[in-house]
Nanobody
């Protein structure tokens, strides 16, 4: 149906940058909301950023001014450019595709570790 594959995680020092990628395949709906969630150690999933099929974006307050969500023109791949990373950004990051009034699909997750 729909498959999401993530990449780009890693380990960096505070102040460093990473760029996460999520590539979708399958029957992608024409109207959708895609985004990134984070799962800090011992915590529940939290929304980081979203991008809609019309291009509109939203960010969690904690990442505004530091992270940028974007997509390729073919709508198959989204990115999360993470700048000025902080230790509290350490988490497993998951790509999500949401179909309005339908189901959600999730990537496998990619680990981001930020050392102080």
């Amino acid at each position: 149906q729909v498959q999401l594959v993530e990449s780009g995680g890693g380990s960096v020092h505070a102040g460093g940058s990473l760029r996460l990628s999520c590539t979708a395949s399958g029957s992608i709906p024409s109207v959708y909301l895609m985004g990134w969630f984070q799962r800090p150690p011992g915590k529940m999933d939290e929304l980081v950023a979203t991008i809609a099929s019309d291009g509109g974006t939203n960010y969690a307050d904690s990442v505004k001014g530091r992270f940028i969500i974007s997509r390729d023109s073919d709508h198959k791949t989204i990115y999360l450019q993470m700048n000025n990373l902080k230790p509290e950004d350490t988490a497993v990051y998951y790509c999500n595709l949401h179909r309005p009034y339908g189901q959600d699909w999730w990537g496998q997750g990619t680990q981001v570790t930020v050392s102080s």
